[in-house]
């Protein structure tokens, strides 16, 4: 993949199906769809953003690139940037929260029949997002956790189809938690160590919230040690 996409993208761009329709959503400076695109990966693309600047700063990519007619950019909000007639039929969604990212695909979810596969990378709350997925009756295929920059970044990649994850699984994902990677343990271990810090700043006398954070904590200490469900 061009060297204009971040490691967090390149890995990203390998769920990308060969030959979609994608909308990238939030694409911010639209390396995505232009990396895509000169890789000959995909031919064509829809990039949408919110926001004025980062909507200009696609537009001026794309042109720099040469791909204003592979590329639209559109200025829209979420999965308003594109119509079924579009024939899109993979999306795109990365570098925002969780919640964010669930309010985008419940509020164009009418829309989502046709897209065969959604690309999501959460900057937390991937609980959330894995919940709404659930609700909403897509299966996660597969997940991707990875580090830049010294932060943990998780992909979820789903496509229709029903499936029952447990708590354990909407937290720590269902695939992340099967393949336990060196990453997963770290990204665990960090959170372990905040809530001690937090823990331990929580007076001896406040015996609730010492228990939950305690209850946090074991319940991590399960999940590593390959005990909890
Ligand atoms: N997707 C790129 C990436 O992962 O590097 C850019 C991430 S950037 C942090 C998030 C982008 O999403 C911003 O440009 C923001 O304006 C855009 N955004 C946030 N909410 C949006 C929405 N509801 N619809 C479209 N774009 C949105």
């Known amino acids: 993949m061009d060297t204009i996409l971040s490691s967090r993208l390149t890995e990203v761009a390998t769920f990308v199906p060969k030959g979609s329709k994608l909308l990238d959503v939030g694409s911010?400076?639209?390396?995505?769809?232009?990396?895509?695109i000169q890789s000959g990966h995909i031919s064509s693309a829809i990039a949408g953003e919110v926001v004025q600047g980062p909507y200009d700063s696609a537009v001026k990519n794309v042109a720099k690139y040469g791909l204003s007619d592979q590329i639209d950019v559109r200025l829209a909000n979420g999965l308003a940037a594109f119509e079924v007639t579009d024939g899109v039929n993979a999306i795109t969604i990365c570098g925002m929260g969780g919640r964010l990212i669930?309010?985008?695909?419940?509020?164009g979810k009418e829309k989502l029949a046709q897209v065969e596969r959604l690309i999501l990378q959460p900057n937390n709350r991937e609980d959330d997002l894995r919940t709404w997925l659930m609700a909403n009756e897509f299966t996660i295929v597969a997940e991707k956790i990875?580090?830049?920059?010294?932060k943990s970044y998780e992909i979820l990649v789903a496509e229709h189809g029903?499936?029952?994850?447990?708590?354990t699984e909407l937290r720590f994902g269902k695939h992340l938690l099967t393949e336990k990677s060196e990453t997963f343990v770290a990204k665990w271990v960090r959170e372990i160590e905040k809530l001690e810090v937090a823990l331990s700043q929580i007076p001896e006398n406040n015996d609730s919230d010492r228990s939950a954070l305690f209850q946090k904590i074991e319940i991590i200490k399960e999940v590593l040690?390959?005990?909890?469900k």
Do not use: Q, R
């Open 146 to 150: 990875m580090t830049e920059n010294d």
């Open 162 to 167: 029903k499936e029952v994850l447990t708590k």
């Open 225 to 228: 040690n390959g005990s909890g």
């Open 28 to 36: 911010d400076h639209a390396y995505l769809p232009i990396a895509l």
């Open 102 to 107: 669930a309010d985008i695909l419940e509020a």
